[in-house]
């Protein structure tokens, strides 16, 4: 039997569509026609970090892929599709991969004991733990954790840079370009961690070529201007 919290939820739904229709009589006409969202957001199931909510965005505004501990790993055909397709065919300007301290999948990776199926998928971070061991066997408890935490974005965002839409694309349109995120829970902040974007595509250029005809003056110049900051 549905529970009066499933119930409510129908109920906010129609309240939600009058408000949203008082506002704007064509609103949903408009999100029928098709979608152009500038963003593609890719973060942590945690029901705690809402994307459209922390970015304050509405309907049409942000493409979004959420799994446990916003992983992007490179044979898992669900992400890569997300990132392709936002990049080839919605042509996103910005990608985010957003990370959150309090991260449950992190916490997990770091301790001991046996997750069953997540074992797999949390080695990936364990995976981010061991390239960095040297700087966060400098740190303890709460601040190891954290740092984790944002080494584990950038380490996701470097998978999204190693990708063939994103390099391709950015090679021919100067865009998308991507960024690392992490949220507070206990302030709702973002932090963007101002990831190196450009050093990490020409780092990543010279080992995943993926363009047959990629040549050296057509990896990204780390010195170019940011192609938004062009007028
Ligand atoms: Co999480």
């Not at 957003?98 to 997750?115: E, I, L, S, T």
């Not at 074992?119 to 966060?136: A, C, K, Q």
């Not at 100067?174 to 780092?203: K, M, Q, S």
Request: proline share 5%.
């Amino acid at each position: 039997m549905p529970t009066d919290e499933y119930r409510q939820v129908l109920a906010n739904n129609r309240a939600w569509v009058e408000r949203m229709k008082a506002a704007d009589p064509s609103f949903f006409d408009a999100l029928a026609e098709g979608q152009s969202p500038g963003f593609l957001y890719i973060g942590c199931a945690d029901s705690r970090v809402p994307a459209n909510v922390i970015m304050g965005v509405q309907p049409g505004q942000v493409f979004v892929h959420r799994n446990v501990a916003n992983l992007v790993v490179n044979t898992d055909v669900n992400a890569q599709a997300v990132i392709q397709y936002a990049v080839e065919n919605l042509h996103v300007r910005q990608i985010v991969v957003c990370g959150h301290y309090g991260c449950g999948g992190v916490q997990a990776a770091m301790g001991d004991g046996d997750h069953g199926l997540l074992n797999g998928w949390l080695s990936e971070i364990r995976d981010v733990y061991r390239r960095h061991e040297t700087e966060l066997g400098k740190l303890e408890g709460e601040a190891r954790y954290r740092r984790l935490t944002e080494l584990n974005v950038l380490e996701q965002c470097t998978n999204v840079i190693k990708t063939s839409a994103v390099q391709g694309h950015y090679r021919e349109h100067g865009f998308p370009t991507v960024h690392g995120w992490v949220y507070d829970l206990r302030d709702g902040l973002i932090r963007d961690l101002e990831i190196p974007f450009r050093e990490i595509l020409a780092e990543v250029q010279t080992i995943y070529r993926f363009s047959p005809h990629l040549t050296a003056d057509q990896i990204a110049p780390v010195e170019a201007p940011e192609p938004d900051e062009v007028s």
